[in-house]
């Protein structure tokens, strides 16, 4: 058993020890966003100083995180007790979710003991003895194909371009393998339902086994995590 722990966001067993999560775990086999080097650039194209630039950098990111869990919270209230918070966006959750309430399970908590990782998947519905979906939800800028600079992912997924597109579909495919191993059971469907402020869009996924292999494979062979 797996419980998590919101102040610090960290996964633990009932011994105590930590899973590293998902999103950790994707975060290696990303290059490092040079905030230093790019933000140096805007401000002199900009005529200000690097600071302001950081600055705003920080509190765009904490606006749009607060805003994607508020939307996730709404979604989250109406899938589990059919509450209502936001009428719009549940009116358009509506029109591409074609599942009933009580098949769903809504912000699970998956792990695989293995590799000593965790994660929430947002929905998944059990189709039936022998099916389930995932889904999940997004709430950023922008949701792209491909990397307009060519960058790829890092080994072993250098192969994959470092987008919206790869990144969301290796994670989605991580909770399917995690699920699957917990129960048995086969994963039918991925897709992503991106909020773009208007209405849900929704992209499917192929279910990416072999690369979670490989990588699952290539991340239990790196150093620990200290926590």
């Known amino acids: 058993m797996i419980n998590f722990e919101p102040q610090t966001h960290t996964y633990k067993n009932n011994n ?3 899973y590293e999560s998902v999103s950790q775990v994707l975060s290696k086999y990303k290059k490092p966003f040079d905030t230093d080097f790019f933000s140096r650039m805007v401000a002199k194209k900009r005529g200000v100083s690097q600071d302001v630039v950081k600055e705003e950098w920080k509190q765009n990111t904490e606006n749009a995180c607060s805003y994607g869990k508020d939307v996730h919270t709404v979604v989250e209230n109406y899938l589990k007790n059919g509450t209502i918070d936001e009428q719009n966006i549940i009116n358009e959750f509506q029109k591409v979710f074609p599942y009933k309430r009580i098949d769903v399970r809504s912000e699970i ?7 000593k990782i965790a994660g929430t998947s947002d929905i998944i519905v059990d189709v039936d ?10 709430t950023n800028k922008k949701f ?27 994670q989605l495919s991580l909770y399917a393998y995690m699920y699957a ?6 994963p ?25 292999s490989v990588l699952l494979k290539h991340y239990s062979k790196q150093p620990a995590i200290n926590n």
């Open 181 to 186: 191993a917990m129960t048995g059971k086969k």
């Open 109 to 115: 908590i998956l792990w695989n003991d293995t590799h």
């Open 16 to 18: 105590g020890e930590v």
């Open 129 to 138: 003895d022998k099916f389930f979906d995932v889904l999940d939800i997004k």
């Open 188 to 212: 039918r469907k991925l897709a992503v339902l991106y909020w773009n402020k208007v209405a849900f869009e929704i992209y499917h996924m192929p279910y990416m086994f072999w690369d979670v």
């Open 144 to 170: 792209d194909f491909y990397n307009k600079y060519n960058e790829t992912l890092l080994k072993p997924l250098e192969h994959l371009h470092n987008c919206k597109y790869s990144t969301y579909g290796i």
